[in-house]
């Protein structure tokens, strides 16, 4: 359903491309996007356009894939942490899940001052 863009109704614009997504698709996933769009305050709500300035393309497209079927290929450290820090705002716990735990299976001694800093700061605390 992803690669074949059925039932669009919004687009999403990041920092350099387009992408494109059916609002019941992002509202049934992510509190942030239902609130985008059902909120009579927003402008999102009868708007075909989203402008998501804080992502990059590629978090994004990994992003939506995400959302569409709940996995996430090639992961690296980097988009990790990149992904880790939007799901903060979009509000996509499942993510963050994913996220965290990739950081601490792959948790080194060069890095882990790096991972702490960032859960220091979104304030993931776990026991």
């Known amino acids: 359903m992803y690669n074949q863009r059925l039932f669009c109704d919004v687009k999403?614009?990041?920092k350099s491309e387009f992408f494109e997504a059916p609002r019941?698709?992002?509202?049934?996933?992510?509190p942030s996007f239902r609130a985008m769009f059902t909120t009579t305050k927003t402008k999102e709500k009868?708007?075909?356009?989203?402008?998501?300035?804080d992502l990059d393309a590629d978090i994004?497209?990994?992003m939506l894939l995400y959302l569409y079927t709940?996995?996430?290929?090639d992961l690296k450290r980097e988009t990790?942490?990149?992904?880790?820090?939007?799901e903060i705002k979009y509000q996509i716990l499942p993510l963050k899940d994913c996220c965290?735990?990739?950081?601490?299976?792959?948790?080194?001694?060069n890095n882990v001052?790096?991972?702490?800093?960032?859960?220091?700061?979104?304030?993931?605390?776990?026991?």
């Open 12 to 14: 999403l614009r990041t």
């Open 24 to 30: 019941s698709i992002l509202s049934a996933r992510t």
């Open 46 to 53: 009868s708007k075909e356009l989203v402008i998501l300035a």
């Open 60 to 62: 994004m497209h990994r």
């Open 70 to 73: 709940d996995t996430l290929e």
């Open 80 to 86: 990790a942490f990149k992904l880790y820090v939007a």
């Open 100 to 109: 965290s735990t990739f950081l601490m299976s792959n948790l080194t001694i």
């Open 113 to 127: 001052c790096e991972v702490l800093i960032l859960a220091d700061t979104i304030q993931d605390i776990r026991p």
